[in-house]
């Protein structure tokens, strides 16, 4: 296994150990500090305020394709509700606690069935790549809805990249699963580490990014920094967070929810209003900001883009 | 005023705190992303907090002994009515807005609210007859009646954990709540069916 990294950093520019660890404590506690009082009272502010602890832009983001010009959702929104189990089961607990998570020096490990398997720094596994804003439509299954100004390259160019071989039928993706960060993994809520995967038509769609920010900035913590996946069209849960390994495969990846309870979450757990939840109703969502519930649209509104990949499938059997 | 008229007073401020919570959040305009969600949640779990520690109160009562317990059993079964009747207009006004076909499908469709809206329904004839005329009234049927309480708190527990997606420790713990409780009726009831000519005094007045 090689890691290979691009030597762009000079040694005697790497910024101390000891001065970085402190930094992060000094921003936690000024963070802390501003916000304590003020958010006592507010069930969302203490996620919110330390989400916005140490937000930096990324340079030469230029605009992708797919776009839609519907009501963006608000950086606090998106940084301070969602699920990310890891961190706990409540949705402001992710923006309450990924400030543990230590996202440099990160490793993704590819290995299966790829010509060199391989592990990467994260930031040579970026490098490569021009970044690009892509604005989604994210479903979850839980019927609530948001519009994200994501940044990210399509993952076709990765795999691309990092050349499969011809038998290789599916990407399997891994979450880290790092008890000493991530609190939630210290209960058997899911069985960790969290897995995701797509069939590899499915992972080379033009859609489909691995993102790396969120409104023009560095990806917030509690929305998987430092890398994950989008895949607009399926439900959110799919869109796998804080990847540390990308594995190519023959065998369809047993996923984590679909282990968990296969009968309400299967593998291509696409976005379908015609096919309900066992305990659910999938065929309207809330727009968060929205009073009204809207209807659900096939494939998240992705179906001309994505439609084809399921030609003949009865979605039905492979919800 | 007594001692216990003021515990009194405090356990009835405390109820009311989940619900002066709401308010002061409607004005702070700060409810998370998601304020239909958690109304339902705060006003969801209070309810059925609310309707455990109903149930608390004649087990507690016999276990210290204490008789003037039970006069806080009335005041906590309406404020869990209270809390179901907003936790029902949540999902009602703000969740559907009065759409009655889509709720109305909800509830054949979907077992958690099925089971939701069965608990609400139990809930109605206990807060209506709750008055002491009613008590008087009904005489011993009142008693049968308000058995329907254990039926409502098992309804709530099963709807409360059908909703959680895969993190069951909270539903859980008031499954294990209601387990107890009930283990200590039965346990009364066994003893006192073999022999025992002590009636149960926890039932004679309310």
């Known amino acids: 296994m090689l890691i290979r990294k691009a030597p762009d950093v000079r040694y005697s520019e790497v910024t101390p150990k000891s001065f970085y660890v402190r930094r992060r404590e000094f921003i936690a506690a000024a963070a802390a500090a501003a916000v304590g009082a003020a958010a006592a009272f507010s069930p969302a502010g203490t996620g919110r305020a330390r989400a916005q602890g140490a937000r930096a832009k990324l340079p030469n983001v230029r605009k992708g394709p797919f776009g839609t010009d519907e009501k963006l959702n608000s950086f606090a929104d998106i940084s301070g509700y969602n699920n990310y189990y890891e961190f706990g089961a409540d949705k402001d607990d992710p923006a309450r606690n990924a400030h543990r998570l230590v996202t440099r020096p990160w490793t993704i490990r590819v290995d299966g069935l790829v010509k060199s398997p391989a592990s990467y720094d994260i930031d040579s596994f970026i490098k490569p790549h021009p970044l690009e804003e892509r604005i989604y439509r994210l479903r979850c299954v839980e019927a609530w809805s948001m519009v994200i100004p994501w940044v990210g390259f399509p993952l076709a160019d990765v795999i691309k990249r990092l050349d499969p071989l011809p038998s290789a039928r599916f990407v399997e993706f891994t979450t880290l699963n790092d008890a000493k960060q991530m609190p939630g993994v210290r209960v058997p809520v899911l069985d960790w580490p969290y897995v995701e995967g797509l069939r590899i038509d499915e992972a080379m769609h033009p859609l489909a990014i691995l993102a790396v920010g969120l409104y023009g900035e560095v990806l917030p913590n509690q929305n998987g920094s430092p890398i994950r996946l989008v895949v607009p069209w399926k439900y959110g849960f799919k869109s796998i967070k804080s990847i540390v390994r990308i594995r190519f495969t023959d065998q369809q990846p047993r996923t984590a929810w679909n282990v968990a309870n296969a009968r309400e979450y299967g593998f291509y757990s696409n976005v379908n209003p015609t096919v309900d939840h066992p305990r659910w109703s999938q065929a309207t969502e809330r727009r968060l900001g929205e009073f009204f519930r809207r209807k659900t649209l096939m494939f998240n509104g992705y179906g001309d883009q994505v439609a084809s990949l399921y030609s003949g499938m009865d979605l039905r059997k492979y919800y | ?206």
């Open chain 2, 1 to 206: 005023m007594t001692r216990f008229a003021v515990f009194r007073r405090v356990v009835f401020a405390a109820a009311l705190t989940p619900a002066a919570a709401l308010v002061y959040w409607t004005f702070t305009g700060d409810f998370t992303a998601n304020p239909i969600d958690f109304i339902t949640d705060t006003t969801g779990t209070t309810a059925l907090t609310l309707l455990v520690f109903t149930l608390t109160v004649t087990p507690l009562r016999r276990v210290t002994g204490r008789n003037e317990l039970i006069r806080l059993r009335r005041m906590l079964g309406l404020f869990a009515f209270f809390y179901a009747c907003l936790h029902m207009l949540t999902w009602v006004v703000l969740d559907w807005f009065f759409d009655v076909a889509s709720m109305a499908a909800d509830v054949v469709d979907r077992p958690f609210i099925t089971l939701g809206m069965t608990t609400f329904l139990l809930l109605v004839p206990l807060a209506l007859t709750s008055t002491a005329g009613m008590i008087r009234r009904l005489g011993r049927r009142w008693q049968q009646l308000h058995r329907l309480v254990y039926v409502a708190g098992v309804t709530a527990v099963i709807h409360s954990w059908w909703v959680v997606k895969a993190d069951f420790r909270q539903p859980r713990l008031w499954a294990l709540a209601l387990c107890v409780l009930f283990g200590f009726r039965a346990w009364w009831a066994l003893q006192s069916r073999s022999g025992s000519t002590r009636t149960r005094p926890a039932f004679q007045n309310s």
